[in-house]
């Protein structure tokens, strides 16, 4: 289904415009521009693993936190379901030797900080622009699932010892189970112990500025890369029309789906379909080529196999990070 629809969404795209135009569009291409956009959006990634640190407890240093974001990202442009995730995990697990289900709790509370992000952005643009109302509403839902997911954290943070009596009650019938999953809750609330931390809180929002203005400032370059030159504001909407976009299920690289939300951004700006399907695929091939690259040489460098991260099990329990065995 994910590879139909994005199958679907190329074709739809490529019927759209003037094929001899596109071409005569990306000839024109200002390789420069694409460099230096390259640029940007790899510091984001780097970004990403320097914020990732402050999500972790006070005082506790996981080593790998850069290769496992760009082996990450990488498994995502070449894997389905996106798998790159889980091996963002087992990159950080394995290195550290320890902390699988910590390491989770914090990739759950950057997804939802970024979506709670990518929601104000396009809040904002929404007051300046006409923002199709597709995206209005997907943005919407996402607010909604955001407010369950943060709720959720908030309570397991504040009240780790009534989540423990809940699931001690839900798994009496089974002990065995009850306290594989006990343990693995124990380890799982210590990763939320990051957004606790006062003093984790300005860093956090610095690197969460620049983690979000510099996949932006990649936009709005190669948007200049193809002559198509707009403000600054251009590579905000592209950023927040693509986020939203590669929420749809699709195939691996968000094939498709991010080339759709790319042109339709740049076409909020009055410009014509075929620079803005240029522009798309420009910046995805650009952004996607360099990330599997990078990634796959930190995939070699740390001795592992996608295979194996994917097919790795989860630990069923695995010591607290700062050496307490889970009560």
């Given amino acids: 289904m994910a590879v139909a629809i994005s199958v679907a969404l190329i074709a739809y795209l490529l019927y759209s415009v003037d094929l001899t135009e596109l071409g005569r569009q990306l000839a024109r291409t ?8 390259v640029a940007a959006g790899l510091g984001g990634l780097f970004a990403r693993a320097a914020r990732w640190r402050y999500f972790f407890p006070r005082d506790v240093h996981p080593p790998g936190l850069v290769p496992a974001i760009m082996i990450g990202y990488m498994a995502n442009n070449v894997l389905p379901l996106r798998a790159g995730e889980f091996v963002r995990i087992y990159v950080v ?14 990739l759950i509370v950057e997804r ?34 955001d407010v369950v997911g943060v709720t959720g954290l908030v309570l397991l943070a504040v009240f780790p010892a009534a989540g423990r009596r809940i699931l001690a009650r839900l798994g009496r019938r089974w002990p065995a189970v009850e306290r594989r999953l006990a343990r693995a809750y124990d380890t799982f609330v210590v990763g939320l112990e990051g957004i606790r931390t006062v003093r984790h809180l300005p860093p956090l929002l610095v690197w969460t500025v620049i983690v979000w203005v510099l996949p932006a400032i990649a936009a709005w370059t190669t948007l200049r890369a193809v002559d ?32 759709v939300a790319a042109a339709k951004a740049v076409e909020l700006f009055g410009i014509n379909p075929s620079a803005g399907v240029a522009f798309a695929l420009v910046f995805h091939a650009s952004q996607f080529l360099t990330v599997t690259l990078v990634g796959w040489l930190y995939l070699i460098r740390e001795g592992v196999s996608l295979s194996e991260a994917t097919h790795a099990p989860a630990p069923s329990a695995l010591p607290d990070p700062r050496g307490r065995e889970p009560q």
């Fill in 228 to 259: 198509v030159h707009l403000p600054f504001v251009g590579g905000w909407v592209v950023v927040a029309f693509v986020g939203l976009g590669i929420s749809i299920p699709s195939a691996p690289g968000y094939i498709g789906v991010f080339h």
């Fill in 30 to 37: 200002h390789w420069g521009w694409v460099a230096v956009g």
């Fill in 112 to 145: 939802l900080l970024d979506s709670l992000s990518l929601v104000l952005i396009l809040g904002v643009l929404v007051l300046s622009l006409d923002v199709p109302p597709l995206f209005r509403n997907a943005a919407l839902v996402i607010l909604a699932i």
């Fill in 93 to 106: 697990a394995r290195r550290w030797g320890q902390g699988f289900w910590t390491a989770l709790a914090t």
